[in-house]
């Protein structure tokens, strides 16, 4: 037999072998006996996604048809068997009482090829609990106070375009402009730039940060790739960030960095804390031990994560909110109500003290994001071999992703009556009090629930306490109900622009 001939056949029997492991991958909870659809080749359970299904219509559709079967479901996320939460006892567990053995979210990260990908969200194991302790401190209530007049200051500029364009047209898109508050927020506090976006809509940081969001690197299949074997794609150097991103935020943050301390100055933003971090202050974790500086790298990385989480989360909140109001004229003029009496009490000087002093807007917020829960799921990998208490059958082996559905959790009847239906009254004081934490999560929950939590409902707070005290907002022929999502977003966003009536009280 010729070498050609033999390596052919050992092409052929690796092919076979390969395609052997792969079918073996994709029958894991069949042969367990554990609930499941039949998965897709390539793309497991997430067939359809980003064409005909949404993120988000995945994870409704796999909690309302196996809700009930058991703790858990089988899922398989692409070519890797995960285990899909069904009940809250054990989403509790493992986003609290057996954290220890949950740390990780099992997302990619290789901050030495791809150093955007070093943020705390992607980050685990030593790094995350590294990351974590040192950028805790900067978002006590303490500092949120700090970069409040900041945020009230672009709050105020965002009434003043916002009357203009109400000025000339009695329709608005309130998506977009909301976005653009969020972005000259967002930018202002994480990388000390006057953005200017809500006057200027073509202003770089804003064209590149919406980039951001949608741009990918790689096709679906190294999507694929990446998502079934981080292991190996990133031993084989693999990076995720598109080099224009990359090269756009290393560069504003240098720059920033650099006229900052050349210049000795100081914003009391979280670029500040950073730049502090950099230079080796504020460095000791909650125990008192000293800890390493941020590199140029890692600081970058977490001014990255802060705009990207807290300029697309926010936005989409306070439009699905206006949507909502719109829609439900009582719950908006009592809310209005409140907003003006706040306003009076405090002499119509917007201070933190005004803003906490807001309890009807916060029921408003909390759940804006129950049914509209811009995450719609927690990732989380098992760190070791996981019985789950009193269902001896159901076993999370060790490595095992595990998606915990918080957006399908949100509209079931069994935690919300009329889950459907948008009622500020769920999150009163003594619901708030009777229910579980786990059965709102917006924000995640135990010790790696988001960190920037404070900040981000902080400048909702801001950006919707301005716009219903001084306007009033009803649907129009515009308006698209019920709403549609966007199929392409991991996050939940309406497929279009929001579209509302408006008129200036």
């Not at 070498?3 to 909870?29: A, D, E």
């Not at 991103?245 to 804390?273: G, Q, W, Y």
Request: a positive charge.
């Amino acid at each position: 037999m010729s070498v050609c001939s033999v390596l052919i056949y050992g092409l052929i029997g690796l092919i076979l072998y390969c395609l052997h492991l792969m079918k073996k991958r994709l029958n894991y909870w069949q042969s367990r006996g554990i609930a499941c659809e039949e998965p897709h080749f390539i793309f497991g359970n997430l067939h359809g996604i980003r064409k005909t299904r949404s993120f988000n219509d995945v994870w409704t559709h796999y909690y309302q048809k196996f809700k009930g079967t058991g703790p858990f479901a089988g899922f398989y996320w692409f070519q890797k068997p995960a285990v899909f939460v069904l009940d809250t006892t054990l989403a509790k567990n493992i986003l609290i009482k057996d954290f220890a053995k949950f740390t990780d979210r099992g997302f990619y990260s290789n901050e030495k090829d791809d150093p955007l990908t070093g943020q705390l969200f992607l980050l685990d194991g030593h790094k995350w609990r590294r990351m974590r302790n040192k950028l805790s401190p900067t978002f006590t209530s303490g500092k949120m106070k700090f970069m409040f007049p900041t945020v009230v200051k672009v709050g105020e500029e965002f009434i003043n375009v916002f009357g203009g364009m109400v000025n000339k047209s009695a329709v608005i898109e309130v998506k977009e402009l909301l976005a653009r508050f969020t972005m000259d927020v967002i930018g202002t506090c994480a990388f000390g730039i006057d953005c200017c976006s809500l006057r200027d809509p073509k202003a770089e940081i804003y064209i590149m940060g919406k980039r951001s969001l949608t741009d990918t690197r790689h096709g679906s299949i190294g999507i694929a790739f990446v998502s079934s074997f981080p292991e190996l794609a990133q031993k084989l150097g693999m990076k995720q960030t598109p080099t224009h991103i990359e090269e756009f935020f290393m560069r504003i943050v240098r720059e920033t960095v650099d006229h900052r301390e050349r210049n000795n100055i100081r914003r009391n933003d979280f670029m500040d804390m950073l730049i502090d971090m950099k230079n080796n202050k504020l460095l000791k974790s909650e125990d008192g031990e000293h800890m390493s500086n941020l590199t140029i790298e890692e600081l970058t990385a977490q001014a990255f994560v802060f705009f990207a989480a807290g300029f697309e989360t926010s936005s989409t909140t306070m439009g699905f909110a206006l949507f909502e109001l719109a829609q439900n004229q009582d719950i908006q003029e009592k809310l209005r109500t409140e907003v003006r009496n706040v306003f009076s009490k405090y002499n119509d000087q917007f201070s933190y003290e005004c803003m906490k002093d807001m309890h009807y807007l916060d029921q408003v917020i909390s759940e804006t994001l129950r049914l509209y829960t811009v995450l719609p799921v927690l990732n989380r990998k098992s760190l070791e071999d996981y019985v789950v208490p009193d269902n001896p059958k159901y076993v999370i082996k060790k490595g095992t992703p595990i998606l915990i559905p918080a957006g399908a959790i949100h509209r079931d009847e069994k935690y919300y009556p009329n889950p459907n239906q948008f009622n500020p009254d769920n999150f009163s004081p003594d619901k708030v009090k009777e229910r579980d934490t786990v059965e709102w999560l917006p924000f995640g929950d135990g010790p790696r629930n988001c960190i920037g939590m404070r900040f981000g409902q902080m400048q909702s707070r801001i950006g919707l306490a301005y716009l219903l005290r001084d306007f009033r907002f009803s649907v129009c022929k515009e308006t698209i109900i019920p709403m549609k999502y966007d199929k392409k977003s991991f996050l939940i966003s309406s497929e279009g622009g929001i579209y509302l009536k408006v008129e200036k009280i």
